[in-house]
């Protein structure tokens, strides 16, 4: 299984990397992530119908990367120019709920109509609606750097967490939700995140500017760090609240020593609030 993550981080980081590093002037991390949402949707969508909670997949997918989309301003100025961002936004949402109730009236069969209902648009708003905050984020200011910051800090704390607590868990975190999950492992979360984030300083290494530097002050950057962490894991376990609800272990098969795209968005998109909002209130 460790082989398996492995080989799996060795040519998932660089895609990723990429993706983000040339975003400008083509939407490639746009995109990136309209693709793993697309497929975690997919995978929730899957795993509710296996638990008897069948949604409508094409419409959560569809809407899921409609909301992925729209946090893009380019892609916004391209399909609703002139159009105000929270009018937008709140089009997109008056889409998402309407639309799925008008297709469920044409249904012969009227049984669990709500169900349905309520789990199409939880699917739309968890991966799609949460998803978009990391799009949104690469289109601020130092939009790059705020995004690598997401993404390697929340990789340290699940790293860190997942080493610490397989060699040295005693105490289980949440036995009911994730058997695995230690107060240990999450503690090394934490110190890993807040590692992570020094990378980040402004400072100036063997006379070479930071190409990652961040206006964030010593204090400032390890606190966001440890935020992350506690919200990627509060994700993490939301997540496997979900599958432990229906009957799964994890979301899919596409990577393999992971699970599925869902299981490795969790914890990120959480975080990505976390950021986006720090940006938004703190630096602006």
Known sequence: MLRYRIITAVWGLPLIIAAVWFDQPLPWFTLLVAAWAAVAAYEFYRLGAAAQHP???????????????????????LVSPGLDPAAAALLLLAAATVLPLIWLLRGKDKSGAFNRWAWTLAGIAYIGGLSS????????ADGRNWVFFTLLTTFASDTAAYF?????????????????????????????????????????YFGATNALRLPLSYWAAPLLGLLVSLFGQLGDLVESLFKRNMGAKDSGRLLPGHGGALDRI??????????????IWAIR
């Open 266 to 279: 969790d914890s990120v998109v959480f975080a990505g609030v976390v950021v986006y909002y720090y940006v």
């Open 55 to 77: 949604g409508l997949p094409w419409a959560g997918v569809v809407l899921t990367l409609a909301f992925v989309a729209s946090a893009d301003a380019r892609v916004q100025s």
């Open 164 to 204: 610490y607590g397989r060699a040295l868990g005693r105490h289980k975190l949440a036995p009911a939700i994730s058997p695995g999950k230690t107060w240990e492992g999450a503690g090394a979360g934490l110190v890993g995140a807040m590692a992570a984030s020094l990378i980040f300083l402004p400072e100036t």
């Open 133 to 140: 905050f990391l799009v949104a984020t690469r289109g601020l």
